[in-house]
C-alpha cells in the first residue's frame, strides 16, 4: 500500500500546505509517534488497538466459528463500531456464506431480512462491547423469536462478543452461549482487527491471518517521521489541512468493495475527531459513479474539502467488446478496468487544475492483506491527527448522550438528557 501526497503539494499555493509545512510539522508527528508509542506500551485504553496485530489470537476467532457447519448465512447483530469493521471484510471480499449486519431497527428493514433467511441454516453473531446497546439487543430479541416461530434453537445458532459486564453478557450467561471476549482498551471504532471485526470474515472462509498481517506491515512503518511512515504522513496533512480550513474529507474509493470501508472510515474519522469545535467531516463517494454526481462540488464548490481517491492497482478486469458505431471505436479492445483507470486519473488532474487537494491511496489487491493494510493505516492515521489536534480520540460523549436520551424516552432509566427532548421547541408548519 502506498499513499501519494503529490497532489496535496502540487496544489500548495491556494491551501498552504507545502512540502516546507510538512517538514515543520515533523517535529509534532515524533512527539506524537512517542506518545502513541507509550500508550502502546502499557496498553492504554484506545492505543491497544494498535497493539491489535499481535494481540489478537486467530485461533481463538477460529475455534468460535468452527462448530457451525455449512451455515448459508452469517448475520451480524451490532452497531457503528461493532458491526461495520466486520461489514468493511465481509463486503469487500466474495464468499459462498452470505454476510448480513443488523445495524438498525428499521422494522421494515429487519422484517424483509429476517423473511428473505434460511434461519435454520443462519449464524447468528451478536456484537456489543457494553453489551447495553439498545438497537443491538431489540434486534437479537427479535432474531431470537423469528427463529423460535421457524422452529430453530436459536441458542445453537449464535454466539456472542462482548465485554465482561453489561445484559449481553448476563444473556449469554443465561442461555450458555458461546462468547468471544472483546480486548480491553479497543473502543468500538477501532475493534476491526479483533474479535469483533474477524469473527464474520472467519466465518465465511476469508484469511484472518493474512489481514492481520496486512496490519503487521503497516505496524512495522511507524516511525518518528511522517515521510517514513505512511499512515503519519496521511494523517498529520488531513491535521495541516483542517486547520486551514479543509474541514471535510471525501472519501472516494474506485472500487464497489471498498464502498463499505467508506462508511467505516466515516465513524472513524468522526467520532474520534469530531470534538471541541475540531475535526473534519467524513464524506462517502464512489468512483466512477459520483464523479457524475458530487465531483462538481468537490472541484467547484467551497474551498473546504480534501478528496481521498482509493484504489487497487491489481484486479480482474472485463474487456469491452468492439464496435462499429461511429463515435465509440475508442472504447473497443480495452476494457472496464482502463476506463476507471483513466476516469480516475480524469478526476485527479481536474481537481489540481481546480487547486483543489486531493490524495491517492493505492493498495496491490483489495484482498485479506491489503484491507489489513488500509485499516490499520487509517487507524494510525486517526490517532495521529488526534495527537496533532489535542483531542480525546477515544471518546464519543456526543454519542452517548444521544443514547441516554434514547434510553429515557423508552422509560429505561432515569436520564435527564430525556427532558431535553420534550423540552424542545418546535415550529410545526403543516
Ligand atoms: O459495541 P457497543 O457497546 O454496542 O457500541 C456500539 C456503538 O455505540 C455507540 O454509538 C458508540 O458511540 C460507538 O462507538 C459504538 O461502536
Known sequence: MQIDLGNVLDTAS?????????????DRVAAAHDRIERGRETDEHGYASLNLPSSTDPAEIREAVGGFENPSAIVTVGIGGSALGAATLTDAL???????YLDNVDPEAVASLLDSLDLGSTVVNVVSRSGTTAETLANFLVVQEAMDDAGVDWADRTF??????????????????????????????????????????????HDIEAVLEGAAAQEARLSDSLFDSPAYAYGAVCFALAERGYTANAMMPYAE????FSEWFAQLWAESLGKDGLGQTPLRALGATDQHSQLQLYRAGPRDKLVTLVRATDREDVSIPETDLDGLAYLGGSSLG?????????TEASLVAAGQPNVRIELDEVNEYGLGELLYAMETACV?????????????????????????????????????????ERLIID
Open 14 to 26: 491556494v491551501h498552504g500546505v507545502s512540502r516546507e509545512t510538512l517538514e515543520r510539522l515533523d
Open 94 to 100: 466474495d464468499s459462498d456464506v452470505e454476510a448480513h
Open 160 to 205: 456472542v462478543t462482548t465485554g465482561e459486564e453489561g445484559n449481553l453478557r448476563d444473556l449469554a450467561n443465561q442461555h450458555d452461549l458461546p462468547v468471544l471476549p472483546v480486548p480491553d482498551g479497543v473502543p468500538g471504532r477501532f475493534s476491526v482487527l479483533s474479535t469483533v471485526g474477524l469473527a464474520a470474515a472467519a466465518l465465511c472462509g
Open 257 to 260: 468493495s471498498l464502498e463499505t
Open 338 to 346: 482502463e476506463l476507471l483507470d483513466a476516469e480516475f486519473e480524469a
Open 384 to 424: 495521529v491527527y488526534g495527537e496533532l489536534a489535542s483531542v480525546e480520540t477515544f471518546v464519543q460523549p456526543a454519542v452517548e448522550w444521544g443514547k441516554r436520551a434514547a434510553r429515557g424516552l423508552l422509560g429505561g432509566g432515569d436520564f435527564e438528557e430525556a427532558d431535553a427532548v420534550a423540552d424542545k
